[in-house]
DNA sequence: TGCGAAATTGCAACCTATGCATAAACGCAG
DNA sequence: CTGCGTTTATGCATAGGTTGCAATTTCGCA
């Protein structure tokens, strides 16, 4: 990880992060070009694609790790403890992990999470990668729990994962803040563990 | 709708559509280039673009048909109707309505669910119609189930989704065939309307 | 038959993305 | 410090999707 070359790559490779965040922040996604991320890092077009492979990927970088997040909390899943609790442990380990980024981490994730909601590319990407990997999910916890089958599993998962983000995407359309967004994943959540016919007589 | 014009844009459109769905079948998705398509129906690579706004619109056209029927199913909720059942007619109002096309519809849906499997692209543009359609689903049911908020509803809609689509995701992965896949999806179903917590004693 | 609207088409341009070959930068051994 | 081999950066060419614009054809209708 030393000598010059490393940290050079290093340094492009923020260099062209920040271009990137700064140029889609200011004009939007759609509207910044290739070409103008590789001028504002002072590399040749071409280049930018030796560090990312597509115009896309500049803003979901850390999705394998958000995942690893996720397959950590399942793989720990203490003795007897419940599905429904283990997951909420699960999705509040990612918050944490988002929360804990570095600078540029950070100011990553609100533009992401902005972008997600206007940029149509964007969020198709995202939706992918969110499918993608829940199968994984699944699969670690036909792992610690012997009695689910890969189908159930995946159903445990996707009803999970919808919940929570067509919750937050309900609050999100209504107007709610940040904190208003994450209020409504987490009661999503609560439902998806209760079951829907638990909405029937409340 | 009778009028010379209006019978050959019916037609021509017709040709894009059959020409595109024979060639992704024949060569794939990816392979198949707009110029061609063109080509097949005997117009121009521009007219392409008159009738369609993109290459995976073609695969994508009875989207919002297929959220009317589902709209119409919870429109139509019987009185005490539980959630869960309402949304189980709904699935199969959907199972139905996708096998009673004609045809040519007939022969996109297998080919767009395939494709959809294979080319990302075409995953990412199923995704979001499926999340773009689902707060409509979420608005639906406030309007029949009075004691419901929207964050409750879109979290039923996204749990009931969810789970649908990865334990059908799953059995698919697994080699499943059609007939599997749609059984582990109405199994998903019944996980996500009792609960990840009946998951746990089972 | 001829006018006006609609459809079709050709053309140019832009952008993302990729393959390939070359040049530049670098680390290391001598 | 100098040359060698490997990485890294770059330039060039190309393919393909997409859009805007203008010209042209086609068609309906008076």
Redo the contacts with the bound molecule.
């Keep these: 990880m030393e ?4 940290r ?2 290093v340094r ?1 490779r923020r260099a062209l992060l920040e271009a990137a965040v700064r140029l889609f922040g200011e004009q939007g996604y759609e509207q ?4 103008e991320i590789a001028a504002a890092a002072d ?2 077009p ?2 930018f ?3 990312f ?4 990927d500049v803003l979901f970088l850390h999705a394998e790790d958000r995942w690893q997040v996720m397959l950590d909390v399942i793989a720990g899943r203490k003795p007897g403890e419940p599905l429904g609790d283990l997951l909420s442990r699960m999705f509040e380990a990612l918050v944490r992990s988002l929360a804990g980024d570095d600078e540029l981490d950070f100011a990553l994730s609100p533009l992401r999470t902005r972008l997600m909601f206007t940029e149509p590319a964007l969020r198709a990407r995202g939706l992918t990668l969110m499918l993608e990997g829940q199968p994984l999910l699944a699969e670690a916890l036909c792992e610690v729990y012997p009695e689910l089958d890969p189908v159930a599993a995946g159903a445990a998962v996707g009803s999970f994962m919808g919940a929570l983000a067509v919750a937050g995407l309900v609050a999100q359309q209504q107007g709610g803040s940040n904190e208003d967004v994450l209020a409504s994943g987490r009661r999503g959540i609560e439902i998806a563990v209760n079951g829907l016919s638990s909405l029937d007589g409340s």
């Design positions: 000598g010059h070359r490393e050079k790559k492009t910044t070009t290739i070409a590399v040749a071409r280049t694609f030796a560090y492979a597509s115009k896309e």
